[in-house]
Structures are given as C-alpha cells and as structure tokens.
C-alpha cells in the first residue's frame, strides 16, 4: 500500500465522529441482541426443558458474559474501528486478520434475513401488503438513518428500543396475573433433567449473545474504554432478565403441549385484546428485527474500513463523508448484500445455513486473539478500565472458548450435512488464499503501539 493512500485512509477513519455516549453504546447492545431469536427460540427451549426455559435463559445470559470477557478485554485495552478484524490481525497475525476478513464478508449475507422476518411479520397483520417491496423498504430506510450519521442512528435506535421495551413489557403485564406458579415447583424446573437444562441454555446464548458487536464502534465512542465492557455486560444481563419474564409468561399461562415449539405470538393472542396484540406484534417482535438490523448497519461498515486502511481492499472504498462521517461507499456495499437475497428470492432458510455454518470461526478468532493482549500491549491493558490479571484472564479466555466451542456444536447441529462441507470447503479456501496473500505481500501490522496500530 502507498503512502498516499494509507494518509488518505488515515484522514478517512478520523472522519468519523465520536458521538456515542454510553447511552447510545447501551442502546446498540440491546438492539442487536434483542431480535426474532426471542420470538421463535422460546418456543424450542419450551419444547426441550419445559418451564425451566425461565432459568435456562437467566443461565444463558450468565454464559454470554464470561463468552464476553475476552472480547471487553480487548475493547477497554485497545477500543477500535473495526475492533474484531483489528484484533485478529495484530494480536496474531495479518493472515488471521485476512481470514476473518474474509469469512466476516461472506457472513453478513444474512443481513437479509431481518429484512425478510419483518416482512412476515408485516404479513402477519396485513395480509395484502407486498412481501419483497417490505423487506426492501425496511432495508433502504435503515440504510438512509445510517447515512446520516452514528448519532441520528442511535437516536432512532434509542427510540425503537423504548417502543420494544413497551411492547414487552404489555406482554408481561397481562401475562403474569395468568401464569400458573404453582407449576414452577418440584421436577416442572428441570422435568428433562439438568443436562437438557444447561443444553438449552447454551442453544439460548443465539438469543442472548449480541452485544460484543460494540467493539466495532469504539473509534466513535466518547470513553470506549469503559463503555465497551459496561454496556456488554449490563446490555446482556437486562436482555437476559427481560427473556426470563417473557419466557415466565410463555411457559406459565397455557399447557406446555400448546406453546413447545411455538413462537411467542400463540401465547399473545390469548392473553392480549386484538389492539395490544397488534402493538406486541409490531412494537415487540418486528421492532426487535428492526433495532437489530439498524444496529448491524451502524457497525457492519468498520472491519472493512479497517481493512482498506491496512491494504486488503481499495483506498477509495474506505471514505467517510466529511459531514456525517459515515464510510457510505462500504454502507452502500452492504446494502446491497443485503437486497440481493430479497429480490432473487433466496430461501430464509439457505440464508440462514450460510451464516450460522462460518459464524464459528468469526466468534473464536478474536476470542483467542486476546490470549496474547497482555504480552503484545502490556502498557495499554495497564491502563485499561476493564482487566484482569494474565493468569485469571487465560482461565476466563479458556472458558469463554470452551463455551463457544459447545455453543458451535449445538449449531452445527442443526445444520445437514451439506451444509457443514459447504461451511468447511469455504473455510479452507479462505484459510489457504489468506496464507497466500500474506506471505506474498508480507504486510506488518503490528509495532507494539497501541495507537498506532488500533488508530
């Protein structure tokens, strides 16, 4: 890369505008983990453990926090556009940042899949509307919020997540007068035993995991340092708690037989007048979509402007608008990616097998990244807000990858079995072409400076 082009990059990144304060950090955490995983997954974890889903989420927010410990130590230490990438690439090595790069590109394909969800659930209420002209409108506008900027997105985020948080909490509110306690006692807590229990909660951590996302943000954040970390793990636990009452509710008020493997909607329209059950529909469910696809395009651009910084993508790809400082070329790219799918009438479900089959490998590498923070940048864990001592962070990185390890299995799982040689093959090619690249270009991201090498 040039050195007019790598200044030119420079000067772009610092177009970004640090307006987010924890507030918003907190907002984009719960928005993107709060999404339609609640509305279908319940019904599955009703299906598996009965009325212990209302404990098995409590413990599936538990385990996305110490998932979430390597990711904040990084976050408070060494706070980044891009975090993720940045991580891979100068705690182990430029092929690693290339690999993540890479299997990060061909993931985000399902940014497409909550355009769809919201689209059925549009459906759900008005049966005439357009299929294809909703998905994509959902997608333009958010993309238009986007463009104007991290601030006004996060004022738009903020709002949907106080009309989601009403939704739900209407749900709540009429459910718990309804719920049965008394079911909730003996052997109804774990009926499968607590094999199942701890099974269903790590299939849970789909729905509760999520707000590791921020990291992506932390050049625009006020005091990244100590929001990263903070709104990681408050964001988790306040959607982890909000599940459980929901679950409380799902579980509590009809016979286990007629909500297993149902969404939460067979349970609100019995408890909800057909107004509130409208409101739940469209404020809870098509707004958790919403708030988690607007959250995706606020972060989803900075891996890859990171990345046109350190070379692997073109210069001129990596602008951001002098105004609202936002990378609108890489925003358009990716809105794109995500119209594709809806106007060729990709399958939900060959969509969702892309995604879930290279998702291990997005979560593990950054994660085992940070096995090395302490060595590489010891100066900058120094003066971290968040930190652990080296000996207690391996223990915490070891359980955090032993638990998304297990999380991976349960996903794979649910994916045949060409799906997962699919997955593979293209990991592989991945691996091998980013090996290749490296040894020829033989880049050297790392100094040993923390503000050199994060921005």
Same mark, same amino acid.
């Given at each position: 890369m040039s050195e007019q082009s790598s200044k030119a990059n420079l000067q772009s990144e610092?177009?970004?505008?640090r307006d987010l304060g924890f507030k918003d950090v907190l907002g984009i955490a719960i928005g993107q983990t709060?999404?339609? !995983? &609640?509305? =279908? $997954?319940? !019904?599955?974890?009703?299906? $598996?453990?009965?009325?212990g889903v209302v404990l098995a989420y409590v413990?599936?927010?538990?385990?996305?926090v110490f998932m979430s410990f390597p990711t904040m130590m990084n976050g408070s230490a060494l706070p980044s556009t891009g975090g993720s990438y940045r991580y891979a690439s100068? %705690?182990?090595h430029p092929a690693a940042g290339l690999f993540y790069l890479l299997i990060y590109i061909a993931y985000n394909i399902t940014l497409s899949l909550f355009a769809i969800s919201f689209a059925d659930y549009m459906q759900s209420i008005l049966p005439g509307i357009p299929f294809k002209l909703t998905a994509i409108c959902l997608l333009v506008v958010l993309y238009i919020f986007n463009l104007f900027g991290i601030k006004w997105m996060a004022r738009v985020q903020n709002l949907m997540v106080v009309v989601m948080g009403i939704s739900f909490a209407v749900f709540i509110i009429y459910g718990i007068p309804q719920v049965d306690f008394a079911s909730f006692?003996?052997?109804?807590?774990?009926?499968?035993?607590?094999?199942?229990?701890?099974?269903?909660? !790590?299939?849970?951590t789909f729905a509760t995991g999520g707000a590791n996302v921020?990291?992506?943000?932390?050049?625009?954040?006020?005091?990244?340092?100590?929001?990263?970390? &903070? =709104? $990681?793990? %408050?964001?988790?636990?306040l959607v982890g708690i909000l599940y459980a009452f929901l679950a409380l509710v799902a579980s509590g008020v009809l016979p286990i037989e007629q909500v297993a493997y149902q969404n939460l909607s067979n349970v609100a329209s019995t408890i909800l007048p057909k107004p509130?059950?409208?409101?739940?529909?469209?404020?809870?469910?098509? *707004?958790?979509?919403?708030?988690? %696809?607007?959250?995706?395009?606020?972060?989803?651009?900075?891996?890859?402007? =990171? =990345?046109?910084?350190?070379?692997?993508l073109p210069a001129r790809l990596g602008t951001v608008h002098k105004k609202y400082g936002t990378p609108y070329y890489l925003l358009t790219i990716f809105l794109v990616i995500g119209l594709i799918p809806v106007i060729l009438d990709i399958p939900l479900s060959s969509i969702a097998t892309i995604g879930s089959g290279i998702s291990l490998f997005m979560a593990l590498i950054p994660m085992f990244a940070t096995y090395f923070l302490h060595k590489k940048y010891p100066e900058a864990v120094a003066k971290a807000p968040f930190r652990l001592k080296p000996g207690i962070a391996k223990v915490s990185i070891t359980v955090a990858l032993?638990?998304? *390890?297990?999380?991976?299995?349960?996903? *794979?799982?649910? %994916?045949g079995m060409k799906a997962m040689i699919a997955s593979m093959i293209y990991a592989v090619v991945a691996l091998v072409f980013s090996i290749v690249v490296t040894r020829i270009k033989k880049p050297n991201f790392y100094t040993g400076d923390a503000e050199k090498d994060f921005g």
């Open positions: 610092e177009k970004l505008k709060i999404g339609s !995983g &609640v509305m =279908a $997954m319940t !019904g599955i974890a009703i299906g $598996m453990t009965g009325r413990l599936s927010s538990i385990f996305v100068r %705690l182990l006692t003996g052997p109804n807590i774990m009926p499968n035993g607590f094999v199942t229990l701890i099974t269903t909660a !790590g299939l849970l921020v990291t992506n943000l932390g050049g625009e954040m006020k005091n990244p340092g100590r929001d990263i970390p &903070v =709104a $990681m793990v %408050l964001g988790t636990l509130l059950f409208i409101f739940f529909i469209v404020g809870g469910a098509m *707004f958790a979509i919403a708030t988690t %696809l607007n959250s995706t395009l606020s972060w989803v651009t900075k891996p890859l402007l =990171a =990345a046109c910084k350190d070379g692997w032993i638990l998304c *390890f297990i999380q991976s299995v349960l996903l *794979f799982s649910t %994916l």
